[in-house]
C-alpha cells in the first residue's frame, strides 16, 4: 500500500499564496509503480472534484478554475508531489486531498488539509 502526508494548509488572505506538499511512502513495489499524483478538494455541500494532477513522466492537466494560478510539481526520486497556490481566492477554500494511483488500478488518499482564503 501507498500512504500520503500532505501539510502546508492553512488561512490565507485573498490574492495570497500557499504551497502544499505531499509524501508518499509504502513498500518499495508500490513506490514503484505509483503513476499519476494530483490534489483534489472538496468544500462543504460540494464532490469532491480534480485541482491538478501529474504523472511520473511529468504531464500535468489543472482544472479550468486554477489555471494560471496553481502550478504541480513532483519529486520522483523523493515520491513528493507538490501544489503551488497563487493568487488564491475565496472560492479556493476548501479540504485538499492528495492522491495517488499506483498498481495500474489502485488509489491512495491523504488525510485532507485545509486551506481557507479570507479578509
Known amino acids: 500500500q501507498v500512504q500520503l502526508v500532505e501539510s502546508g494548509g492553512g488561512l490565507v488572505q485573498p490574492g495570497g499564496s500557499l504551497r502544499l506538499s505531499c509524501a508518499a511512502s509504502g513498500s518499495i513495489f508500490s513506490i514503484f509503480t505509483i503513476d499519476t499524483m494530483g490534489w483534489y478538494r472538496q468544500s462543504p455541500g460540494k464532490q469532491r472534484e480534480l485541482v491538478a494532477s501529474?504523472?511520473?513522466?511529468?504531464?500535468?492537466n489543472y482544472a479550468d478554475s486554477v489555471k494560471g494560478r496553481f502550478t504541480i510539481s513532483r519529486d520522483n526520486a523523493k515520491n513528493t508531489v507538490s501544489l503551488q497556490m497563487n493568487s488564491l481566492k475565496p472560492e479556493d477554500t476548501a479540504v485538499y486531498y492528495c492522491?495517488?494511483?499506483?498498481?495500474?488500478?489502485?488509489?491512495?488518499w491523504g488525510q485532507g488539509t485545509q486551506v481557507t482564503v479570507s479578509p
Open positions: 501529474i504523472t511520473k513522466v511529468g504531464m500535468t
Open positions: 492522491h495517488a494511483l499506483y498498481a495500474r488500478q489502485r488509489d491512495s
